[in-house]
């Protein structure tokens, strides 16, 4: 499969953002699809992820109550709504897929799209 994020930009704290991430190729009930990001000098963490088949979320804790991943299976299409961003939300977004189920480690997922920047100034 190959993915294609969308929607990054400069926004101001307290503001909202939405990405996009257009999948092409199969994705399958059992297949999980996922939000990483990674500031400056920093890791890749996890963000967001959300069972294709099931629409079951999950998140890190630092983004609970404030972003929202969903999906359109028809469309094949992966979203991330980002509300009352701060500063250290600032980073390059990164959508991927895990065809093992694993939900939060960057080592289970096998396909990444090319990733799109979100900068939140204070």
């Known amino acids: 499969v190959q993915l294609q994020a969308s929607g990054g930009g400069l926004v101001q704290t307290g503001g909202s953002v939405r990405l996009s991430c257009a999948a092409s190729?199969?994705?399958?009930?059992?297949?999980?699809m996922g939000w990483f990001r990674q500031a400056p000098g920093k890791e890749r963490n996890f963000v967001a992820s959300?069972?294709?088949?099931?629409?079951?979320?999950y998140y890190h804790d630092s983004v609970k109550g404030r972003f929202t991943i969903s999906r359109e299976r028809a469309n094949k299409m992966l979203y991330l709504q980002m509300d009352n961003l701060e500063p250290d939300d600032t980073a390059v977004y990164y959508c991927?897929?895990?065809?093992?189920?694993?939900?939060?480690?960057?080592?289970?997922?096998?396909?990444w799209g090319q990733g799109t920047l979100v900068t939140v100034s204070s």
């Open positions: 190729g199969s994705i399958f009930s059992s297949h999980v």
């Open positions: 991927a897929r895990s065809r093992n189920g694993g939900l939060r480690s960057a080592a289970d997922y096998s396909d």
């Open positions: 959300i069972r294709w088949g099931s629409g079951n979320m």
